[in-house]
């Protein structure tokens, strides 16, 4: 089944206009979780008292903090779990009896994204950060990210002074009736770590050809969730192809994998046929086709059960 969208046939029906993705949208889909966490985490022992605990929150000026055993990750416990014992008279109390044991994580190789989904979802003030392996690697806090994203924000405005060269007039250098530029990535199923990183190719390619950021940010979000997808939803994986021409850019993820039944509600916000255990890992949320149509300009999806998934989409320069 094939569906197409334009922004006609929405600003029609609901009166929307294509999404304006800022810069900060952008980043959360780029940057990675390692890279804005919290590295040197404060954590306490289960037998710690509520009045040490209290003690160590105090002198680190923190918040919460990760509880260890033996170097596994047993529980985390805040400040209001230690607020709440202090109102019951219980300071004596261990911290194994007061600390949540079914503690909620992040990998640390997840993109920010996952992290603000989860944050959302949660209404955690902080989640403990793990490696694949299941290690403590860090912390991270919601006001981690927005340090982070800060940080990020100078840093790419001062490379993006030093990249300015003459890439940016590519198609006007070369002569010829129709000029376009066509960039592959082959994206392998199921590996997460490694998610993200087409469309970051694709995305930094953009920004030295000159593209316009709100262009730019527009295509890093619909080729991220096109890459995710083709990582979450195929057993073989796929391609992402961006063709890039002077007047618009055309994005296609390709698979064979084992298709959709019904389309029209794959493209229902929420919707989504990710089993548990990836739904666990922080992805298919089921927003990624719906953040897509926000984004483009064009949207053609294509599904056969059995055979494979086609999406392709244009955003115009």
Known sequence: MTVTHTPADEVKAQGNSILEVTKLQELVYELKIEQVMTKKVVTVSPDDPISQLKEVLRVNRISG?????????????????????LELGAISASVSEKMTTNVQTLFADENVIQAVTKFGRLGFGRLPVVDREGRLVGILTQGDIARGLLRQLEMDYREEEIHRYRASHIFEDIASDQTGLI????????????????????????ERLGAKPTEVRRVAVVSYEA??????????????????????????????????????????????????????????????????????????FDSKVGVGTRLEVIIRL
């Open 65 to 85: 903090a990760p509880v260890l055993k033996d170097g596994e990750l047993v529980g985390i416990i805040s400040i209001e779990d230690v607020l709440k014992a």
């Open 227 to 300: 890459e995710t997808n083709l990582v979450i939803h195929t057993t073989k994986g796929g391609e992402l192809l961006a063709e890039i021409q002077p007047e618009k850019i055309r994005i296609i993820a390709v698979d064979h994998g084992p298709g959709i039944a019904d389309v029209e509600k794959a493209l229902q916000p929420g919707f989504s046929t990710a089993p548990d255990w990836i739904r666990e890992l922080g992805f298919g949320a089921g927003m990624g086709l719906s953040n897509i149509k926000a984004c483009s300009d064009q949207m053609v």
């Open 183 to 206: 960039l592959r990535y082959q994206v392998q199923a199921r590996n997460f770590a490694r998610c993200g990183e087409a469309a970051s190719k694709l995305k930094r390619a953009l």
